[in-house]
């Protein structure tokens, strides 16, 4: 099922989301959805708070463009991305690599704004997975990209507070109006 995507100015997006501690039936049936969701939605992530849900759960999938990343390791090994992907994880912890780039970024939640972020090339991911299983996750590029940014959405942060403070500065009037279009939606 689509889920309705919480648009920014709703107050879930800026929350810190609760730990799950059990995966039940509801949980595995909202992360189906919410793959649902992001796919409709042409998107390559989707956080639980983006559907109005504070927890600690996202999905990510970025097998529409194998080239996006140049390694990918689950628990020391290498892995394909077919074998890993729609990733749906719960109680995310990230370590960082050194380096940093930017790279153009937007948000299912905040409609029609692209903006540079500039975020560590590598992740290492402890990820649980519905199934029980905990696992090491390290990679780069795109798919490195999309697990900060949810796991960004389970901290109640946005990519707009990444930017650069000029970027932001210029983003200022654009955020303000789309925060006003969405909350009279309601």
């Known amino acids: 099922m689509v889920l309705e995507i919480k648009q920014y100015g709703d107050p879930v997006l800026r929350k810190k989301c609760r730990r799950i501690t059990e995966v039940t039936d509801e949980i595995r049936e909202l992360s189906e959805n919410m793959i649902e969701t992001m796919v409709d939605a042409n998107g390559v992530g989707l956080a639980a708070p983006q559907v109005g849900i504070d927890l600690r759960l996202a999905v990510v999938d970025v097998a529409h463009d194998p080239e996006s990343i140049t390694y990918l390791k689950v628990d020391g090994k290498v892995v394909e991305l077919e074998e890993v992907m729609p990733l749906v994880f719960i109680n995310p912890e990230l370590e960082f690599g050194k380096e940093k780039e930017l790279g153009r970024e937007g948000c299912l939640s905040i409609q029609g704004v692209l903006s540079e972020v500039k975020r560590p090339i590598d992740v ?63």
């Open 124 to 186: 290492i991911a402890t990820l649980e997975l519905l199934d029980g299983r905990v696992i090491k996750l390290e990679t780069d590029g795109l798919l490195a990209r999309a697990i900060q940014h949810e796991v960004d959405h389970l901290n109640g942060v946005l990519f707009t507070d990444r930017v650069p403070p000029a970027t932001k500065l210029s983003l200022k009037r654009r955020l303000k109006r789309l925060q006003e279009e969405n909350l009279m939606g309601d």
